[in-house]
């Protein structure tokens, strides 16, 4: 099935985001700010990402070269710039992020908005210019405005989540988010500094003949997960695998396949996380009509345990999320 491209394809964000919130009476504007200051950090990346190579900020990061200096690693640098741009709108009163250990206070008492986010995901393919991402949750507080932010704010199931997102920068940057009404993708005009909408009301394929896995670790693999490649490869089906989940998630959405990173004997829980990478591609998934598992049961249904917890993740095209699961 083809993406449908709306009337209002060519509208910008900042309007898009305008009409949206116009929809309900009672919208006090608040998420529609956080979804614009997402997207500023998210020119600002692409901005850093894009002179990466010229800049010298690929590369390991230095131990003593942290916090704001020039030669830092592209991924403490799009936490930087993220953690700044969500501090600074007011509307985020704490940040969980995949490079932070804890919870990231703001300090901001009016904030009713928890974000939790994988500023840069894709790590080894940061230093050889393949598309990378970023990911994002967001979540309503669930303790008073204005006290400390608990736990109880931070793990809580995906299906609480508000808006969910990412941006991806590949051939060229595009944010897609959904508020929970479907899914609309935007793509980046640098010479205009807009982003546009380009993929209105995105629908994932119902089925699909791409399957994205590291087969790598084939012999790792559960039984079940290797009955299932080896059913893909019988019915002559596509493997496509970057290493960047947000570019593997985005192929598949639009032409139809499933991502797989299962568990393995080396790490039964899989290696990505729920809080940060599994709940927002789940809940974008679902909005376009996919599904997302842990190879057992829906990811927005479980309950965090610890910020950092991993889990299997199974998404995409719905029939071919159904059959992995049998
Ligand atoms: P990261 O958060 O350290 O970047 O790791 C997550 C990435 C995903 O983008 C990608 O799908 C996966 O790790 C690739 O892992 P592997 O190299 O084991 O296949
Ligand atoms: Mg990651």
Excluded: W
């Excluded at 909408?197 to 699909?208: K, N, Q, T, V």
């Excluded at 998934?285 to 049961?297: F, I, Y």
């Excluded at 345990?305 to 049998?326: A, N």
């Amino acid at each position: 099935m083809q993406t449908k491209l709306a009337t209002s394809v060519g509208i910008t964000l900042d309007r898009f985001i305008k009409k949206k919130q116009n929809d309900f009476a009672f919208a006090s504007g608040e998420l529609s700010q956080l979804l614009r200051d997402i997207a500023l950090a998210g020119k600002i990346i692409h901005r850093e990402v894009n002179r990466a190579g010229l800049l010298n900020i690929g590369g390991a990061y230095g131990t003593e070269n942290i916090q704001g200096e020039e030669q830092q690693k592209l991924d403490v640098i799009a936490n930087i710039r993220f953690i700044r741009a969500l501090k600074n709108g007011g509307e985020v009163c704490a940040i969980v992020s995949e490079e932070d250990d804890e919870i990231l206070d703001l300090n901001n008492k009016d904030g009713r908005y928890i974000v939790s986010m994988d500023p840069l995901d894709g790590s080894s393919n940061i230093d050889v210019n393949v598309s990378i991402g970023t990911i994002f949750s967001i979540f309503r507080r669930v303790s008073p405005v204005g006290s400390k932010v608990t736990d109880e704010d931070v793990l809580q199931k995906g299906s609480e989540q508000v808006a969910a997102g990412y941006l991806l920068y590949g051939s060229s940057t595009m944010l897609v988010y959904t508020t929970g009404r479907g899914v609309n993708g935007f793509t980046y005009d640098p010479s205009l500094g807009e982003f546009f909408l380009s993929h209105a009301d995105m629908r994932i394929p119902e089925d699909g003949k791409i399957y994205s896995i590291n087969e790598g670790s084939y012999r790792s693999l559960q039984p079940k997960v290797q009955q299932y490649i080896e059913s893909c490869k019988d019915k002559k089906y596509t493997a496509r695998y970057i290493g960047s989940l947000v570019a593997d998630f985005h192929r598949n959405l639009l032409k139809g396949g499933i991502y797989i990173y299962p568990s393995t004997e080396k790490a039964p829980d899989g290696k990505l996380r729920l809080n940060y990478e599994c709940n927002a591609l789940a809940m974008i998934c679902e909005q376009a009509g996919g599904l997302a598992t842990d190879g057992e049961k829906r990811i927005l249904d479980i309950q965090p345990k610890s910020l950092h917890q991993r889990v299997p993740f199974y998404t995409g095209s719905k029939k071919m999320v159904e059959e992995s699961m049998k």
